[in-house]
């Protein structure tokens, strides 16, 4: 059966053809705004960006204190931070690349497959593809460290109360982070109804606390120019450029704004963030900074020094639930993102357990959990404080920024038929922001930048090698097989005896006959009254109407083609009982599926290198039965090996 995204070109040219690319005017804004799906964007969507305040400023300023903090310092970090919100958040993501949807789906890899469509050639689809695989293997990279440094910096709160509470703050972190990842299984519907309040009272309480600063110290506000940052910048050269791979840290989680916009839509994303989250996340910056030109001792943790002293403590409670909030929404979007990378072919089959009766998109994926939790866990042993992380956080972050702009770029020009210059004058300047952060992170590899570049530069092999050696696969599939008309053609001279029953056979390739119908035939030297060759494969859309396709190709035998989008997962079974509605006798109780299960070797000439062909061999191994990916009930499959050389 065909894996998903293991479409030939030519198909997806047709789909480019029938499929438009539209502004989220027309998918993205499918609800209407509300007091409810603005709560609901508010816990959702800006859990992460929402709780980079309370590491953002002291990590950024930290560069620059060994001998005492300037008041021009202060203000120049500061205004770096207000007008990094403004550009590449407001600027790029609200407003520029959330017009840019996938039948209202955003996201990196929906970004990718816009691009693929817009691409001429098989090169450039494929360097589009690239880009997207990389872009998607940093959201995983990104996806271990927010939680890591969202809770551990949300408990050392408790060493501002009290230094005695020092040595507690990890195993609290640990307990918290284990809590989390452990209740997975149970979904996030009943969570998910308190996450929009919280999330309402944390952005209320921080933007009072910083509110009340500044009218304490309303000088800060000359900040809100950007003379201050453009200052800084000339004046300290290559130490402000190391100081961006702090700053950046104030607008980690601007990926979430486009990813989730499916679930929302455009509009209420954009209404929350301009009327709630940014005066929210501003004012708690300008208070901080204000606190740092009375007190340069607030550097400590200026965050919770913001707070009267009989406030932390509860302030540490909301902090801790906003941070849950904040990796939960990670969580979650990681296991979408694998969702989408294995409907779009650049990964094995994995377990996907629906969490909810009524949403497709809650989901609980415990291979990447597991895999997750582990990560989770020895960063917060390696490296025990948030200041010590934060040299980690980012490079993931800007890496998948890059990959952003660089997509949304070709979309603009191609699809939405913008003017060169007008691309070049919008997306250049934004291109050569994100490049300055990214950079500037680069810098931060030996001191821990290097987690999420190995952890994505180790799933962008995998990505890779899996899809090489799909293809491969299907390409050696195609040079043994049968073509199914020559053997359609022989088969009314060829005295096959026919039996009671339905044969289901899952096929990868719809014009070759199965492996599984040619070892049957074989060694049972029978063929059943009823022959159903069912292929299935997957789309760049996120939902596909039009998805089962019958062509009767002989008396009794039909080809079934199915057909899901990258945010749907298959279920064979109820597919085929739907057959009856086209006029096929299908009777689930008659059923048998033969399924092929192909043990891969080295071929006398390997076409791929030996490392890959050891990793593709681990990840075939390890890849989940296709009974259980499709629904198929497994005590009504025949599986017949077959070695495959590639």
């Excluded at 929302?264 to 929210?280: N, S, Y």
């Excluded at 044969?503 to 035939?521: C, E, G, R, W």
Aim: with cysteine; aromatic share 10%.
């Amino acid at each position: 059966m065909q894996r998903p995204g293991q479409r030939s070109y030519a198909a997806a040219n047709q789909l480019a053809r029938t499929t438009d690319v539209t502004s989220a005017a027309t998918h993205g804004d499918r609800q209407p705004l509300s007091a409810a799906v603005l709560l609901a964007v508010l816990g959702i969507v800006y859990g992460d960006i929402g709780t980079s305040p309370l590491y953002a400023m002291r990590a950024a300023l930290s560069h620059f204190s060994s001998d005492g903090l300037e008041r021009w310092e202060i203000l120049g970090i500061l205004s770096l931070i207000i007008w990094s919100l403004i550009i590449v958040v407001t600027v790029k993501y609200v407003f520029l690349v959330m017009r840019a949807d996938n039948k209202g789906e955003g996201g990196i890899l929906a970004l990718m497959a816009l691009a693929q469509r817009a691409a001429v050639t098989e090169r450039g689809r494929w360097l589009i593809a690239l880009v997207g695989i990389a872009g998607a293997a940093l959201f995983f990279g990104d996806g271990v460290i927010t939680p890591a440094i969202s809770v551990l910096s949300a408990v050392e709160g408790l060493k501002v109360i009290s230094p005695t509470f020092e040595d507690a703050v990890v195993p609290l972190s640990l307990a918290v982070l284990l809590a989390l990842f452990l209740f997975q299984y149970r979904g996030t519907g009943s969570m998910g109804a308190v996450f929009g309040p919280i999330t309402v009272l944390w952005f209320g309480v921080i933007g009072l606390l910083g509110l009340i600063e500044v009218v304490r110290e309303p000088e800060v506000l000359v900040a809100l120019s950007p003379h201050y940052a453009v200052r800084f910048a000339l004046a300290y050269h290559l130490a402000a450029f190391i100081a961006l791979g702090s700053v950046v840290l104030a607008v980690t989680g601007a990926e979430a704004l486009y990813a989730d916009m499916g679930h929302f839509g455009r509009r209420p994303i954009q209404l929350a963030w301009i009327a709630f989250v940014l005066p929210a996340l501003s004012l708690n910056y300008l208070g901080q900074g204000a606190l740092l030109l009375s007190d340069r001792a607030a550097l400590e943790n200026p965050f919770y020094l913001l707070a009267p002293e009989w406030l932390r403590l509860p302030l540490v409670v909301l902090a801790t639930a906003a941070t849950i909030i904040a990796s939960q929404a990670m969580i979650s979007g990681a296991y979408s993102i694998a969702r989408q990378c294995v409907q779009l072919g650049f990964l094995p089959r994995l377990v996907v357990r629906h969490t909810s009766e009524t949403e497709e998109g809650q989901i609980y994926m415990p291979q990447v959990n597991f895999a997750l939790l582990l990560g989770v866990v020895i960063l917060v042993v390696t490296f025990r404080n948030s200041d010590s992380l934060a040299a980690a956080y980012g490079l993931a972050v800007t890496g998948t920024f890059l990959a952003t702009s660089t997509l949304a770029g070709l979309v603009f020009r191609r699809s939405f038929g913008w003017s060169l210059s007008l691309v070049i004058a919008v997306f250049t300047p934004l291109f050569l922001l994100d490049l300055a952060f990214f950079i500037s992170n680069v810098l931060k590899i030996p001191d821990g930048g290097w987690v999420p570049l190995l952890l994505g530069g180790g799933l962008f092999a995998m990505m890779l090698t899996w899809r090489r050696g799909r293809d491969l696969l299907f390409s050696r599939f195609r040079q043994d097989s049968l073509p199914l008309k020559s053997f359609l053609a022989r088969l009314p001279q060829s005295r096959t005896v026919r039996v009671p029953g339905i044969a289901v056979f899952m096929t990868s390739q719809a014009d070759y006959v199965p492996s599984a119908l040619l070892h049957n035939l074989k060694h049972n030297k029978v063929l059943h009254e009823r022959v159903l060759f069912v292929t299935v494969s997957g789309e760049d859309v996120p939902q596909v109407r039009a998805r089962r396709h019958v062509e009767e190709l002989a008396p009794g035998i039909h080809r079934v083609s199915l057909c899901y989008g990258f945010q749907e997962s298959p279920n064979i079974p109820r597919e085929l009982e739907g057959l009856r509605e086209v006029g096929v006798d299908y009777e689930p109780m008659q059923a048998s599926y033969f399924l092929g299960r192909e043990t891969v070797v080295a071929s006398a000439i390997p076409k791929m290198p030996r490392w890959q062909q050891w990793l593709f061999g681990i990840m075939s191994r390890n890849s989940v039965p296709a009974t259980e990916f499709f629904r198929i009930p497994s005590d009504r499959v025949v599986e017949l090996g077959v070695r495959v050389a590639i």
